[in-house]
């Protein structure tokens, strides 16, 4: 069964305090691994996409890595808009190529303080 | 290019009610997911639609059913509400399913 843990579940920094948070999956095999940002009250919000082991991605103050096992959030120089839960998922092969749902980790809810 | 539309945005329902959500996708989208997203259990997969064909399912009871019409629009139905579907309801588009799903911004559903 496809799974994915998220660690920390709650971060809390200080503005400026530079962080990573973990999503760690175990799949049969990986199509995509997905990174979403989500504030209360909200839907997801798309961030970055990861095919495979090797690969980063960019964007303003966040930067998203994968290994085979693992992909990495990292913040650097958080800001207090930064606060939200991210969320990871994978989508995992199937045979036939008919999976098409994501699997999702629980979250790690971000704080980041002035 | 709008995103994903989902009405209502809230819905306070009585058990025993049932209840119809609705999402439209962006422009181009053809496959459309649904999710159940609760504190403890987090984002769960309802199900999924291309074309109008269910083409994956989660796992919840038949009191959860959906449909998809030929512009891609998506409808999901509870029947016979209980306590336990207050949730938030995500609806999520992508072009062909495969790829990048985008988010709506939920349904809050509160059964009582």
């Known amino acids: 069964e496809d799974q994915v843990t998220q660690s920390p579940e709650a971060l809390r920094l200080q503005e400026g305090e530079s962080s990573s948070l973990n999503c760690s999956y175990t799949v049969s095999g990986l199509r995509g691994l997905f990174w979403y940002r989500q504030d209360p009250g909200k839907g997801p919000e798309f961030l970055f996409t990861?095919?495979?082991a090797g690969e980063e991605k960019e964007k303003e103050r966040l930067k998203a890595t994968l290994t085979k096992k693992e992909s990495f959030l990292h913040i650097t120089a958080p800001k207090p808009e930064d606060s939200a839960t991210y969320l990871c998922?994978?989508?995992?092969?199937?045979?036939?190529?008919?999976?098409?749902?994501?699997?999702f980790g629980k979250g790690t809810l971000l704080t980041v303080n002035p | 290019k709008a995103g994903v539309t989902q009405t209502p945005r809230y819905l306070i329902k009585t058990r025993g009610q049932q209840v119809t959500l609705s999402c439209s996708p962006i422009?181009?989208?053809?496959?459309v997911s649904w999710y159940q997203q609760t504190p403890g259990q987090g984002l769960q997969f309802l199900f999924e639609y291309f074309s109008e064909t269910q083409r994956n399912k989660g796992n919840f009871p038949g009191r959860f059913s959906g449909r998809q019409f030929s512009n891609s629009r998506s409808e999901m139905n509870v029947s016979t509400l209980e306590l336990g579907d207050s949730a938030l309801y995500l609806c999520?588009?992508?072009?062909?399913?495969?790829?990048?799903?985008?988010f709506g911004p939920g349904t809050r559903l509160t059964v009582l």
């Open positions: 422009s181009g989208h053809r496959s």
């Open positions: 999520a588009s992508s072009r062909m399913g495969a790829d990048t799903q985008y």
């Open positions: 998922a994978v989508h995992p092969y199937a045979e036939g190529g008919s999976n098409y749902k994501l699997t």
């Open positions: 990861l095919y495979s």
